[in-house]
């Protein structure tokens, strides 16, 4: 079974970084592609992006330009968010979900179960 | 960019069925997902494709889509269900994908 476990709670002050984890087990990493969402408090969700776990090539939602970056260890079958120059508004559940295709059809499952990222001062 | 309305919150009694709508320009023309939300918890997919179930879903959850408006309906609802439900399709224009904008089910 593809499981997706997703690093710990992280408590930060606003200007800092912070670099989640995502572990994908039961599955070759490279299936498929890896994408993240995020959650602020009382929100819906709102999709980030995705990375291809082949070429590492990275794609950005248009309001996660410039201080988010992907990235991966292929080796290890990990995905990496880094996020710099923190924002209160930063603080949310971000999630790291892989991307099903079928015939053009896209679809997220499973997903991690989320890590909290806190921003204050 | 295309939009996808959900309802405000729905409260059902155990037992009954609830439905969910997401509304959307022509969505009967494009492919729903559904995911479901317990609180604290991550999103789970329970219907993809319109109306395929994922390996674990009971046979309560099912979904349809024609028109404007694709629907989720769980059938002898029970406590458990109680979550915010979301809907999502892909924009080919963008190609991105677009979640609505959740509905809560409370369970009476």
């Known amino acids: 079974q593809v499981q997706l476990v997703q690093s710990g709670s992280e408590l930060k002050k606003p200007g800092a970084s912070v670099k989640l984890s995502c572990q994908a087990s039961?599955?070759?990493?490279?299936?498929?592609?890896m994408n993240w969402v995020r959650q602020a408090p009382g929100q819906g969700l709102e999709w980030m992006g995705w990375i291809n776990t082949n070429t590492g090539n990275p794609t950005f939602a248009q309001d996660f330009t410039g201080r988010f970056v992907f990235s991966l260890d292929t080796s290890a079958g990990a995905a990496y968010l880094q996020i710099t120059s923190l924002k209160p508004e930063d603080t949310a559940v971000y999630y790291c979900?892989?991307?099903?295709?079928?015939?053009?059809?896209?679809?997220?499952?499973?997903w991690g179960q989320g890590t909290l990222v806190t921003v204050s001062s | 960019s295309y939009v996808l309305t959900q309802p405000p919150p729905v409260s059902v009694a155990p037992g009954k069925t609830a439905r969910i709508t997401c509304g959307g320009n022509n969505i009967g023309s494009k492919t729903v997902h559904w995911y479901q939300q317990k609180p604290g918890q991550a999103p789970v997919l329970v219907i993809y494709?319109?109306?395929d179930r994922p390996s674990g879903i009971p046979e309560r959850f099912s979904g349809s889509n024609s028109g404007n408006t694709a629907t989720l309906t769980i059938s002898r609802v029970e406590a458990g269900d109680e979550a915010d439900y979301y809907c999502q399709v892909w924009d080919s224009t963008s190609d991105h994908p677009i979640f609505g904008t959740g509905t809560k089910v409370t369970v009476l």
């Open positions: 039961g599955s070759a990493f490279t299936n498929y592609t």
């Open positions: 494709y319109d109306g």
């Open positions: 979900a892989y991307r099903h295709n079928l015939k053009g059809v896209f679809w997220f499952d499973p």
